[in-house]
């Protein structure tokens, strides 16, 4: 597996654990910077996919 695929993956389940969380002890500042980081590494992964392909 590729660095990239297991840190997305950890980074994942981190999130999906926020699920076990009560609503009340999230933040919403804290939700956002969190959604705010998986789409920045999710587009990242992304982007780096695609210049490898294209090489």
């Given at each position: 597996?590729?660095?990239?695929?297991?840190?997305?993956?950890?980074?994942?389940?981190?999130?999906?654990?926020?699920?076990?969380?009560?609503?009340?002890?999230?933040?919403?500042?804290?939700?956002?910077?969190?959604?705010?980081?998986?789409?920045?590494?999710g587009a990242g992964a992304l982007f780096r996919t695609l210049a490898r392909e294209?090489?």
């Open positions: 597996m590729d660095v990239t695929q297991i840190t997305i993956g950890i980074g994942l389940l981190a999130v999906s654990g926020l699920t076990f969380v009560g609503p009340s002890e999230l933040d919403s500042a804290v939700l956002s910077v969190l959604i705010g980081t998986a789409l920045l590494l294209t090489q």
